[in-house]
């Protein structure tokens, strides 16, 4: 299983970036899906999650950035997005996306990281 993650860059502040993030290989469910990030010097931290069920699809926000970032999922895609809007210096990290799911030989849940991509918000 691997986990590709793109749409970083170089932004403003008060701009707009998206995050998309991708899972590939013998995949049979996903629980949830979730960016997280990490600033030089500083521990990494759940920016938002994304879990899906039949009935029923939660999400969660790091105070920091509700009201600003929206993610959503498509579990069928086995993707997630990360839109983030009205940005700040402090937004400034590389973002990566983790998915905790079963594969196809059932062995279990598991957690899949996939690679960061720098997200710099400067003027």
């Known amino acids: 299983v691997q986990l590709q993650a793109s749409g970083g860059g170089l932004v403003q502040p008060g701009g707009s970036l998206r995050l998309s993030c991708r899972a590939t290989?013998?995949?049979?469910?996903?629980?949830?899906m979730n960016w997280y990030r990490q600033a030089p010097g500083k521990q990494r931290e759940l920016v938002a999650s994304?879990?899906?069920?039949?009935?029923?699809?939660?999400?969660n926000y790091a105070d920091s950035v509700k009201g600003r970032f929206i993610i959503s999922e498509d579990n069928a895609k086995h993707m997630v997005t990360l839109e983030m809007n009205n940005l700040k210096p402090e937004d400034t990290a590389v973002y990566f996306c983790?998915?905790?799911?079963?594969?196809?030989?059932?062995?279990?849940?598991?957690?899949?990281w996939g690679q960061g991509t720098q997200v710099t918000v400067s003027s």
């Open positions: 290989g013998k995949i049979f469910s996903i629980r949830d």
């Open positions: 994304s879990s899906t069920t039949t009935t029923d699809v939660t999400t």
């Open positions: 983790m998915s905790n799911l079963w594969t196809t030989d059932f062995s279990g849940i598991h957690e899949y």
